[in-house]
């Protein structure tokens, strides 16, 4: 019986082969024999390629329940990818069999048809094995370590070239991840500024000279107005840490603002209690980063953090303005309440303290913790747990791509001893350790399941913010993915009995709570789930969380981040113990010094930018499904972020400051930078 083989290659640098590829079919009956798949004087199996060969098979084999590729050295040892394979029988309909893998060394794998099974769906003891063994080798390289203590799990590799091949990036992605960085310096001119590294700054339009290279409109207005109220508010709703307010239902003790204080900058003629009442006042609360140690990694320069509180009023043009700012936590005559009615000085560097305070929240916990972090732990829980042939599996796969190579990267250079969180930042050199170590145990579940989280923080009303642009485009993208969810999970759940008994998915949820949240009963994370609504939610959240949520708290930080005195990384001189003392030299000499501008410069710059291989939201180009009612919900999917991209397009075409990092056409499948 001749059967007809073809077999795609990968379209990455450096995919194809010039190795024996030999295949193996295996029915519920038997096996063919071992077959070198070669055409004598053709280069097959070039990348790109799509090839195709005659298997003959001498036997009858069954129903080909997997097929098994083999490769073996020819001159020297090379790599493979291979796309999918597509088997063709003497008789009926061609079989589809994904692949999507690096095959290396002289290795040997398996690979199930394309049709996605639960596993009460395989009654054959080979399919059974079969899954069994795929996972069982998963597991052997895709392991559990900790990287510090209190950490979510990570990878067990120390750096990029130790992870399985697999998830590692390809050629394209690792030149352009180097590429960002040298090019924003040398765009920005920023090398001449590096033989006055630890000079200050003479003032701000000093400051201007590094950003003749590079035309950014948000960055540019925001150098116009970032010194006016309404735009120190405004990036509480719509910069690059929208998650940090909340309502106030009632004033800290540690915050004594009295009506005295602030009534002038009251609109309604209410006083502060009936302000609060009217639910108009909000609180921006950092107390997590009292206690944290300032960066000390520079004995030459001395770095300060501080733990401020800082009020905000929501006033009758429905616009966020701040009215009252106290830089540490605990209140006493040394720790003065700050006011718009104070000198120019003294309430400009106020907000700058906050700023920079939000600036290492931001990068610690919003970014770096509630994205970054906990989807790696969720792709390594899914290559662990769930087999290739498990519609979840191939439903979360996109969205874990480059994810666990990109966190290897950043423990290799950005987060660890002497990297590039130590050189900028003044929660460098260890702080921004306690800072994860500290959010970790205020992790919740409810948290990053968006619509709850806005009810978590009292921020969910229109009508009372309206121009909360990212809560508003997150939540159209949150219904979006979950009704795509829920409508992949009821093709193969078919009821909540059948939630229970898949002991894939139940191990899979088990590895993300002990390794994820460190098996922390009070963050919520359940360990297991019981119904298809709550599975079809946790799934939202795993998918929401590395596409929508990352693009949102990461693309913008080249918008906000770059203009120094706006978002300062690193504050040299301590927070002004009494009113009056503030002038502009005081504040040059608090802000970074030219060195360390430079360096966050050429980082932000580099994490808000776009691969030229990026894949959106929405865009699944390896069809790990063959099934048409998923590709129909794929492609109603994919409608309806068309429409939410439409109406956002519709709403910014008139904004000075258009918002559209949550905007589906410029939201990555998954964390990847």
């Not at 008789?91 to 002289?106: A, L, M, N, Q």
Request: net charge negative.
């Amino acid at each position: 019986m001749i059967y007809t083989v073809t077999v795609a290659t990968g379209h990455q640098l450096f995919s194809g082969t010039d190795d024996y590829i030999f295949l193996t079919l295996v029915g519920s009956e038997g096996c063919s024999e071992r077959t070198l798949l070669d055409k004598p004087l053709y280069d097959d199996l070039e990348r790109n390629a799509v090839d195709s060969y005659s298997v003959n098979v001498l036997n009858d084999i069954g129903e080909i329940m997997f097929m098994r590729l083999e490769k073996c050295k020819y001159l020297s040892q090379d790599e493979w990818y291979c796309r999918y394979v597509t088997i063709k029988p003497p008789t009926g309909e061609s079989k589809v069999f994904p692949c999507y893998r690096w095959i290396t060394d002289d290795m040997e794998i398996e690979i199930r048809d394309g049709k996605a099974r639960l596993p009460l769906d395989d009654h054959n003891e080979v399919a059974k094995q079969h899954r069994y063994r795929e996972l069982q080798r998963r597991q052997k390289i895709f392991r559990w370590k900790e990287w510090q203590p209190g950490f979510p799990h990570s990878i067990d590799a120390n750096v990029s070239t130790d992870l399985p091949r697999d998830v590692q990036f390809d050629m394209t992605k690792v030149v352009d991840f180097a590429y960002n960085y040298s090019k924003v310096i040398g765009n920005l001119y920023l090398n001449k500024f590096m033989d006055m590294f630890q000079t200050s700054w003479s003032d701000f339009s000093d400051i201007e000279q590094i950003f003749v290279g590079i035309s950014n409109t948000i960055s540019e207005y925001l150098m116009q107005h970032w010194q006016e109220d309404f735009m120190f508010g405004y990036q509480f709703l719509n910069g690059t840490n929208p998650v940090i307010f909340e309502k106030c239902n009632r004033l800290p003790a540690k915050f004594p603002v009295t009506n005295e204080m602030v009534e002038t900058s009251l609109e309604r003629k209410l006083t502060l209690e009936e302000e609060i009442k009217e639910g108009n006042i909000y609180l921006a609360d950092y107390k997590i980063l009292d206690g944290v140690p300032a960066n000390a990694t520079d004995p030459s320069t001395v770095q300060y953090l501080s733990a401020p509180i800082c009020l905000l009023y929501n006033n009758s043009m429905k616009k966020l303005v701040p009215i009252a700012i106290q830089l540490k936590q605990e209140p006493g005559p040394e720790n003065p309440i700050f006011l718009p009615t104070d000198t120019k000085y003294d309430w400009l560097l106020a907000k700058m303290w906050v700023k920079s305070s939000d600036y290492q929240i931001h990068q610690a916990v919003t970014h770096l913790l509630r994205t970054h972090l906990i989807s790696e732990v969720f792709g390594i829980a899914m290559y662990r747990q769930l087999p290739a042939v498990h519609p979840l599996f191939k439903l979360l796969v996109p969205h874990v791509r480059f994810t666990i190579a990109i966190n290897t990267k950043a423990r290799e250079e950005l987060i660890c001893d002497c990297g590039l969180f130590d050189k900028i930042n003044s929660s460098g050199g260890g702080g921004h350790v306690y800072l994860v170590q500290h959010a970790m145990k205020d992790l919740t579940y409810q948290s990053f399941c968006f619509p709850e989280a806005i009810k978590m923080r009292g921020v969910e009303s229109r009508e009372s913010l309206p121009y909360y642009h990212y809560r508003d485009d997150a939540l159209k993208v949150w219904d979006a993915v979950l009704g795509f969810v829920t409508d992949v999970v009821n093709i193969y759940y078919i009821d909540d009995e059948a939630v229970q008994t898949d002991n894939e998915l139940q191990a899979f949820m088990e590895d993300v709570f002990i390794h994820g949240l460190r098996a922390d009963n009070s963050s919520g994370f359940p360990e297991s789930v019981t119904t298809i609504q709550r599975l079809t939610e946790y799934l939202t959240m795993i998918i929401f969380t590395a596409s929508c949520q990352h693009a949102a708290v990461n693309f913008g930080q080249y918008d906000w981040c770059s203009w120094i005195p706006n978002t300062p990384p690193t504050m040299r001189c301590p927070p002004p113990s009494e009113k009056g003392t503030v002038n502009m030299q005081y504040i040059m000499e608090s802000l970074p010094d030219r060195g360390r501008s430079c360096w966050h410069l050429g980082a932000v710059w580099a994490l808000s930018q776009y691969q030229d291989n990026e894949l959106y939201l929405g865009m699944y180009p390896d069809e790990y499904f063959i099934e048409q009612p998923v590709k129909e919900a794929m492609e109603k999917f994919r409608t309806n972020l068309q429409e939410i991209t439409r109406l956002i397009a519709e709403r910014n075409k008139d904004m000075e400051l258009p918002y559209y990092y949550a905007c589906p056409d410029r939201i990555p499948n998954s964390v990847a930078v």
